[in-house]
């Protein structure tokens, strides 16, 4: 079965960009039959979704992160990636990747990678 | 953004107990909507989707129903393993939103 995998740094100083890679196996981003998505979790509180790709690279952003977000997509690797530019201490969270299919439900989910935003 | 409300935000009953969680969206969303199980330091779990559907392998004590802007997620029989928080997410529009979670524990 699809299985998606977070890595990348869980620390990033104010100011910096957050980077994450979504590794998905078990199936294929080309397969044209879902979006990705990146989800994050600040702790303690509730599930924020920051936008999705297609494997064309088409995209969709939360309008409120859209100026400092980028979401792309590598279908040779079969990965999906995650930027978020001049970051702050309010986007410490659990960032997950997850599947997003037909209308727009998360399933599966990756793990969670914790990033905290200090300095 | 359609703004997702969760009623309780948290509850206590016992194993068997018959358990109801409501969902409110700030605009019909039709039936475009799922709900989740997370476990603490896990990734939240797929229950329903499209206000009503079981997603494959989760127990039929599971169900949703509702559809416009009102949803409920009921367990049937709360087991021990049910402890954890339920969140709902509208999959109708983006910004796709969540509600703010209802945490269940077991008495």
């Known amino acids: 079965q699809v299985q998606l995998q977070e890595s990348g740094p869980g620390l990033v100083k104010p100011s910096q960009t957050l980077s994450l890679t979504c590794t998905v196996s078990?199936?294929?981003?080309?397969?044209?039959?879902?979006?990705w998505s990146w989800i994050r979790q600040p702790p303690g509180k509730g599930l924020e979704w920051i936008g999705y790709i297609y494997y064309s690279g088409n995209t969709s952003y939360k309008p409120s992160l859209k100026s400092r977000v980028t979401i792309s997509v590598d279908t040779s690797k079969n990965q999906f990636s995650l930027r978020l530019t001049s970051v702050t201490a309010a986007d410490t969270a659990v960032y997950y990747c997850a599947r997003t299919g037909d209308p727009n439900w998360f399933d599966p989910w990756g793990q969670g990678t914790l990033v905290t935003v200090s300095s | 953004d359609i703004q997702m409300t969760q009623s309780p935000s948290s509850l206590s009953a016992s194993v068997g107990d018959r358990v109801t969680i409501t969902c409110r969206a700030s605009q019909s969303i039709s039936s475009y909507l799922s709900w989740y199980q997370q476990k603490p330091g896990k990734a939240p779990k797929l229950l329903i989707y499209a206000a009503s559907s079981l997603q494959s392998g989760v127990p039929s004590r599971f169900s949703g129903s509702g559809s416009g802007t009102d949803f409920t997620l009921t367990i049937s029989s709360l087991q021990p393993e049910d402890s954890a928080t339920y969140h709902c997410q509208q999959s109708d529009r983006t910004p796709l939103t969540f509600g703010g979670g209802t945490k269940v524990e077991i008495k």
């Open positions: 078990g199936g294929s981003i080309s397969s044209g039959d879902y979006y």
